[in-house]
C-alpha cells in the first residue's frame, strides 16, 4: 500500500453503497478501478439510526485484499468496541467527538496499537470541538450528510469547517488528512477539494457508476 499524505488526492469507495453478497470482488473491483482507500462504515443503531456490520466484515475485507482500510466508527461506545476493529486488520480507525467516551485516550489506544487515527465530526458539531485533538490524529472527518444512510445530498454548509481544519493545519505545521463523506459527487467533490479535503468518500457515485473507474478518475482530478 502506498503511504498518502495530506497533500495527496485519496479516493475511497463507500463499501456502504456495494453489493453485501458480494463484498470480496466489489471491494476487488473499486480497487482495480483505482481506489486508494476503502472506507467501511459501522454503524450501531443507537449513535446513529441504522446497523449495518462489525469487525467481521472488516476482517473478510481485509483477508481477501490488500487495500488501506478506512474504518469509520459511528458507534456509541468506540473505546469498548477498539480491539476488535484493531485485530480485524483496520489501517485507519475514526471515531466520532460526539460519542460517549475519552476522545483524548481512545485517540491514544489506536495510535499506540499501530492504527492511524481519525476523529469525525457531524455537521450540526462545531469545528471547535475537535480543536483540542488536532496533534493526536492523522485525519479529520467532516460528516457532509446527517450520518446514518448512504443517498444523501451534500450539505454545502460544512465547507467553512473545512475550510478552518485547513488552515488550523497549516498554522499548526500538522499533517493530517481532511476527509468528507456524504453526498460525493464531482461536482461536490470540487466544492470539497477547494475547501481543503483530500480525501474523498464516495458510495453511490463510485459502486454506482456506468463505469467505475472513470468516475473515480474524474474525481481524482476535479
Not at 480507525?93 to 457531524?122: F, K, M, P, W
Not at 488528512?177 to 459527487?185: N, R, S
Not at 475547501?195 to 457508476?209: K, M, P
Amino acid at each position: 500500500m502506498i503511504r498518502r499524505t495530506h497533500q495527496d488526492r485519496v479516493i475511497a469507495p463507500s463499501l456502504l453503497a456495494a453489493n453485501f453478497g458480494r463484498i470480496q470482488e466489489e471491494t476487488t473491483r473499486a480497487i482495480r478501478a483505482g481506489a486508494d482507500w476503502m472506507h467501511l462504515d459501522v454503524m450501531d443503531g443507537h449513535f446513529v439510526d441504522n446497523i449495518s456490520f462489525g469487525p467481521a466484515v472488516v476482517q473478510a475485507v481485509h483477508e481477501s485484499n490488500d487495500v488501506f482500510l478506512d474504518v469509520h466508527l459511528m458507534i456509541s461506545r468506540p473505546d469498548h468496541y477498539l480491539s476488535r476493529f484493531i485485530a480485524a486488520g483496520s489501517d485507519l480507525i475514526t471515531v466520532h467527538v460526539e460519542a460517549d467516551h475519552d476522545v483524548s485516550e481512545t485517540l491514544r489506544r489506536i495510535r499506540e496499537a499501530g492504527c492511524q487515527a481519525g476523529l469525525a465530526l457531524n455537521p450540526a458539531t462545531s469545528i471547535s470541538a475537535v480543536e483540542p485533538f488536532l496533534g493526536q490524529i492523522d485525519l479529520l472527518l467532516c460528516m457532509t450528510v446527517v450520518p446514518g444512510f448512504g443517498g444523501q445530498s451534500f450539505m454545502p454548509e460544512v465547507l467553512p469547517k473545512i475550510e478552518q481544519a485547513a488552515r488550523w493545519r497549516e498554522e499548526r505545521g500538522l499533517s493530517y488528512h481532511i476527509e468528507v463523506d456524504g453526498g460525493i459527487t464531482l461536482a461536490t467533490a470540487e466544492l470539497a477539494s477547494r475547501a481543503g479535503a483530500n480525501v474523498l468518500v464516495a458510495g453511490s457515485s463510485t459502486f454506482g457508476a456506468a463505469d467505475m473507474a472513470a468516475a473515480i478518475s474524474a474525481m481524482r482530478n476535479c
